[in-house]
């Protein structure tokens, strides 16, 4: 073990398969990976969540070695993704968002040889997989489509015996019917111990099978915990019909306002429903509607890349 590797909540670097630390990565003068922060602890499913071009395959294929950060640090399985290349890629699976494959050889010829790279498959376990995804592993790799390509890998991925699956887009070109497959799979891996970092753009994909999830934008860490964590930071829409609506200075707790008449319309933060209800109450409140959080706002509200009334935690004040 390292010395001076130490974890600020005092977690033994052990617990985490992926530690990385302010990392930076540009590609000639646009800076993809903006100081990146991303803790991935062993045994949970990660979702990596952030719309198309945040950067989660930029930061996969630094954690697969694949490309040098210009900065940062970076901790694969305890050791180094760039030095230590060989043997980590004998513990882990990557599936990619667009797998290519040999244009002649065979699924199954191609499975047994992604599966050797990592000391082996599970037949059985392989079996089950090619059953279950319906893959026909006799066709040759020119003659796949999409979706078949992401089989293969992701079969090949799932019956290796590794500690870590690295998934970038995977179910991309799968029908819903093989996602739902896939989910399964996966929970089942997780079910057995292994760690699986799964990127996404989509909420939905991630939001059953992730332990906790990390939300990418431009290539900066804006939200990470779990999900009710997350739900903590979404914001209840109220809407309220009032004898007078209060001054701007009264309505600080208030976001998105929108006042009209009598009417007042706007969206709060959940820890501060409490004082923004008070100031309605005492502006002679007449009639009340609430909509409760939904993380779908929120993670619209992430996207937003023209929105800087993003409040992430440690830059409160951002806004308006
Ligand atoms: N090899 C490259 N050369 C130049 N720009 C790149 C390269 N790879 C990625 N980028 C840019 O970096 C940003 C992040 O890309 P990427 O990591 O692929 O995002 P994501 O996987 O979240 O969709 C995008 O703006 C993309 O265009
Ligand atoms: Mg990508």
Redesign the pocket.
């Given at each position: 073990m390292p010395t001076g590797v130490s974890d600020a909540t005092g977690r033994p670097p052990a617990d985490l398969a992926v530690d990385v630390r302010k990392l930076h990565?540009s590609?000639?003068s646009?800076e993809?990976?903006r100081g990146l922060d991303l803790e991935v602890r062993r045994g949970e499913v990660h979702g990596f969540l952030?719309?198309?071009?945040?950067?989660?395959?930029?930061?996969?294929?630094v954690l697969l070695g694949l490309?040098r950060a210009n900065a940062g640090e970076v901790r694969l399985l305890g050791g180094d993704p760039w030095r230590d290349v060989v043997e980590l890629h004998r513990r882990l699976a990557y599936v990619p968002?667009d797998v290519s494959l040999w244009p002649s050889m065979t699924g199954g010829e191609m499975i047994d040889l992604l599966g050797s790279m990592r000391g082996g498959l599970d037949e059985d376990r392989r079996a089950d997989l090619v059953e279950r995804f319906e893959l026909d592993t006799a066709k040759r790799g020119r003659q796949y489509s999409k979706g078949n390509r992401q089989k293969v890998a992701i079969v090949a991925a799932l019956a290796s015996d590794v500690e870590l699956l690295i998934l970038?887009?995977p179910t991309s070109g799968l029908d819903p019917l093989m996602e739902n497959v896939f989910q399964e799979v996966v929970g089942e891996a997780k079910a057995l111990g292994t760690t699986v970092l799964l990127?996404s753009?989509i909420l939905a994909e991630v939001e059953s099978l992730a332990d906790r999830v990390s939300i990418?934008r431009d290539?900066v860490i804006v939200e990470t915990g779990t999900l009710t964590e997350l739900r903590g930071h979404t914001r209840t829409a109220v809407r309220a019909e009032l004898d007078t609506v209060p001054a701007a200075d009264r309505l600080t707790d208030f976001h998105d306002v929108d006042v009209d008449g009598h009417r007042l319309s706007a969206t709060v933060d959940s820890d501060r429903i409490g004082a923004a209800m008070e100031v309605l109450t005492a502006s002679g409140l007449r009639s009340l509607t609430v909509e409760p959080p939904s993380l779908e706002s929120l993670f619209l509200r992430l996207y937003d890349s023209d929105s800087d009334g993003v409040r992430v935690s440690d830059n409160p004040a951002a806004g308006e």
């Open positions: 990565k590609f000639g646009f993809a990976l952030g719309p198309n071009g945040a950067g989660k395959s930029t930061t996969i294929r490309l968002g970038d887009e990127s753009h990418i290539g």
